[in-house]
C-alpha cells in the first residue's frame, strides 16, 4: 500500500509541476542538400498560393505549436547553451511542420 501512496504523490508533484507536455519534433530527412531546396521551395511556393482560410489554419497550426515548443524548452531549461535560447529552438519552421500543418488543416501537399 505504501508504494501505491509512494506512487500516486509522485505522479501528483509531476502533474503540478507546470512542465508542458513535451512535443513531438517534426523533422525531415533528406538524401541531399539539393533535394531539400526543391522541396522547400515547392513548399514555399504552395503556402503562398494558399487561400486566406488555408493560411491561417496553417499559421494558426504552426504558432500553436511553436508556442508549446517554447513553453516545454523555457520549462525544461532546454535553451541553455543555445546560441537564441528557447526561441532559436522554438521559431523554426521547416518542410515537415508544414506538411503536418497542412494535413492537420485538410490541405493535400504537392511537395
Known amino acids: 500500500m505504501k508504494k501505491i501512496g509512494i506512487v500516486f504523490i509522485l ?4 502533474s ?7 512535443p513531438k ?4 530527412d533528406f538524401e541531399s542538400m539539393d533535394e531539400a531546396e ?3 521551395q515547392k513548399s514555399v511556393e504552395q503556402m503562398n498560393s494558399l487561400s486566406k482560410k488555408d493560411y491561417d ?11 508549446s515548443v ?3 524548452c523555457i520549462a525544461t531549461d532546454g535553451g541553455n547553451g543555445v546560441g537564441g535560447g528557447c526561441a532559436h529552438i522554438a521559431l ?8 503536418k500543418a497542412f494535413s492537420e488543416c485538410g490541405i493535400s501537399t504537392r511537395f
Do not use: E
Request: aromatic share 20%; with cysteine; net charge positive.
Open 16 to 22: 503540478c509541476s507546470g512542465i508542458p507536455p513535451k
Open 38 to 40: 526543391i522541396v522547400s
Open 70 to 72: 517554447l513553453d516545454y
Open 92 to 99: 523554426g519552421w521547416n518542410v515537415a511542420l508544414t506538411r
Open 25 to 28: 519534433i517534426y523533422y525531415d
Open 11 to 14: 505522479f501528483f508533484i509531476m
Open 57 to 67: 489554419c496553417v499559421h494558426k497550426f504552426v504558432k500553436n505549436y511553436q508556442k
